[in-house]
T-cell receptor, first 112, second 111 residues
Framework: GQQLNQSPQSMFIQEGEDVSMNCTSS?????WLWYKQDPGEGPVLLIA???AGELTSNGRLTAQFGITRKDSFLNISASIPSDVGIYFC????????????WGAGTKLIIKP | SAVISQKPSRDICQRGTSLTIQCQVD?????MFWYRQQPGQSLTLIAT?????????ESGFVIDKFPISRPNLTFSTLTVSNMSPEDSSIYLC????????FGPGTRLTVL
């Protein structure tokens, strides 16, 4: 099925560094969602975005809904060890009812 | 949000057998889904569990292989039938409660 292009695939960073990841598509989205998945767990919703240009923060996390409605980014500031995990973007296409389209995930690894 | 629990959390099964996974939600929800996540991959929607009627399956998934029950608005089961090693995955229950939330998953290994 259709997927979002999520990058990077993985990141190795030092504790305290800022992190940035993004998702792009050739299609227009109505909603962008960012999830984090820890090993052995289901994805947990971090941030939901509903409007083009919307910038939303959740603690050290900030995400934006691109103006073109075809992209979104997630930033994590001052990373800490518990930030490790896999981050997924997902979205609802314009004119779609419920089906989520998923990115392939960004694996975040933090070197202490 | 919604609190979702799944049973079992993990299982190791023999080829040719079937496993039924249960999903319980702490509130009534209209939309409930079952996903599969193969090792190192993103999530793939198997089907929408419809209360009081047959589930709606996505392309590549069929009722004979993945029968689903949804007897009420807080509970659903997914059965993985006649299992093979290719069915080894994490199976996730998901519901919509303003946004889409996920259960902890069931990690299935088929030998």
């Amino acid at each position: 099925g259709q997927q979002l292009n999520q990058s990077p695939q993985s990141m190795f960073i030092q504790e305290g560094e800022d992190v940035s990841m993004n998702c792009t598509s050739s299609s227009i989205f109505n909603t962008w969602l960012w999830y984090k998945q820890d090993p052995g767990e289901g994805p947990v919703l971090l941030i939901a975005l509903y409007k083009a240009g919307e910038l939303t923060s959740n603690g050290r996390l900030t995400a934006q809904f691109g103006i073109t409605r075809k992209d979104s980014f997630l930033n994590i500031s001052a990373s800490i060890p518990s930030d490790v995990g896999i981050y997924f973007c997902a979205g609802h296409l314009k004119d779609s009812n419920y089906q989520l389209i998923w990115g392939a995930g960004t694996k975040l690894i933090i070197k202490p | 949000s919604a609190v979702i629990s799944q049973k079992p959390s993990r299982d190791i099964c023999q080829r040719g057998t079937s496993l039924t996974i249960q999903c319980q939600v702490d509130s009534q929800v209209t939309m409930m889904f079952w996903y599969r996540q193969q090792p190192g991959q993103s999530l793939t929607l198997i089907a929408t569990a419809n209360q009081g009627s047959e589930a709606t399956y996505e392309s590549g998934f069929v009722i004979d292989k993945f029968p689903i029950s949804r007897p009420n608005l807080t509970f659903s089961t997914l059965t993985v039938s006649n299992m093979s090693p290719e069915d080894s995955s994490i199976y996730l229950c998901s519901v919509v409660a303003n946004e889409q939330f996920f259960g902890p998953g069931t990690r299935l290994t088929v030998l």
